[in-house]
């Protein structure tokens, strides 16, 4: 973190889809020049302006001009700042200077990548620079991975309360989602797929569960590829199509912690298949949005999400946690998500030291009370 500086967060892409209801949060919750000193930044001040007006962010909100083309134009505001949050993604494509910035600087750095092709770059590129500098480099800091990572951390100490230790087997099971994509996500996706078409290397980090625990290989994993009958929740479930990036993450978070899940720990993700729910985003495929676009502000609040943990002991014991959202998983609940960890971080945090990082290794049980206090979800023990 870096601690003189003059706004606590700052919102990079804050004229994009995902950035603008990021910087509608922090408006709402925070207003401007108060408990909060935030800003937005982007390529265009004139579109800047134009945001804050929509979202009804007040008149003195600061505008800062950066762009990914312009390295000193990012390293500019970087030092401005406690925390940097982005949403300029395609990160592989778009994410290397600022985050490279971030690290130089000392300041503390937030997205929402799932690009994990190019987050075990930065891993490889700016842990060591990162813990010398003090900088906090948080990635996957929405529904890909918050919910997930914090669900398996809320299970486990769960389990150390009731069952007298930690578990070496956790489930997560979805089940029920409502949310779209953006245009942002489908261009990740697609932006990885040909970075794995131009390196063959690409398809074994994405395939490896342990690509983002650099000298550590856990034991072979549930695969989640095909349908199956899960006897610990008594019902059907098939694949989930983020489990890929969240998996790693939460093996990544037990790493960075110290393996306190046990150095034996599997663990996969998978929807329960129940006849006419809703387990899965809509927006896929040919025709779905386009940069830029997304769900619309119905579709956003119609939104939710409901994750199930089940903690399974060695001896067959269980524990049993939800982790839920109030607004569609993807962004109306993402962009909540995000602006309280940078806050959290900046706020709450100051003994984390530097390095990359998951936000649930980062953070803990002050993101748990923050995202339940201020950003609609709720972690609930079950049983």
């Not at 029920?176 to 996500?185: D, E």
């Not at 349908?227 to 059907?236: G, L, R």
């Not at 067959?316 to 998500?337: F, I, L």
């Not at 602006?339 to 803990?364: H, I, K, S």
Request: with cysteine.
């Amino acid at each position: 973190m870096n601690p003189a500086a003059e706004f606590d967060v700052i919102v990079y892409g804050a004229s994009g889809y995902t950035g603008r209801l990021v910087a509608e949060h922090l408006a709402k919750r925070y207003g401007v020049g108060g408990e909060v000193k935030w800003a937005m930044a982007g390529r265009s001040a004139t579109k800047l302006a134009e945001v804050r007006d929509e979202i009804g962010a007040p008149k003195d909100v600061p505008l800062i001009v950066a762009d990914a083309d312009d390295p000193a134009s990012l390293e500019a505001m970087v030092r401005r700042a406690k925390a940097v949050i982005t949403t300029v993604g395609p990160y592989q494509l778009y994410g290397d200077a600022l985050v490279a910035a971030c690290a130089a600087a000392g300041t503390d750095y937030l997205d929402l990548c799932g690009e994990v092709n190019w987050m075990a770059k930065v891993i490889a590129a700016h842990d060591a620079t990162a813990k010398r500098t003090g900088a906090r480099l948080c990635l996957s800091c929405g529904f890909d991975s918050i919910p997930f990572e914090l669900g398996v951390f809320f299970a486990e100490e769960t389990a150390k309360r009731r069952l007298g230790a930690a578990v070496p087997r956790v489930k997560g099971r979805i089940r029920g989602i409502r949310g779209g994509l953006s245009g942002g996500t489908a261009a990740s996706g697609a932006a990885t797929m040909a970075a794995a078409q131009k390196d063959p290397a690409v398809i074994g980090v994405l395939m490896d569960p342990f690509s983002l625990t650099p000298g550590f290989r856990g034991p072979d994993q549930p695969r989640g590829d095909k349908p199956e009958h899960d006897d610990d929740i008594d019902a059907e479930v098939g694949p989930f199509m983020m489990a890929m990036i969240n998996t790693k993450n939460v093996h990544r978070s037990n790493f960075l912690m110290g393996h306190p899940y046990g150095t034996d720990f599997a663990y996969d993700e998978m929807a329960i298949l129940v006849p006419g729910a809703s387990t899965e985003f809509t927006g896929l495929g040919e025709g779905g949005p386009k940069p830029g676009e997304g769900p619309t502000k119905e579709e956003r609040e119609a939104g939710f999400f409901d994750i199930v943990f089940v903690g399974v002991a060695t001896d067959g014991r269980k524990v049993k946690v939800a982790v839920k959202g109030d607004r569609d998983p993807g962004y109306g609940s993402t962009s909540k998500m995000i602006a309280e960890a940078a806050l959290c971080l900046v706020q709450d945090c100051a003994e984390t030291p530097g390095g990359v990082w998951t936000p649930g290794a980062a953070m803990r049980m002050p993101l748990v009370d923050r995202l339940q206090a201020k950003a609609g979800l709720s972690f609930e023990v079950e049983s």
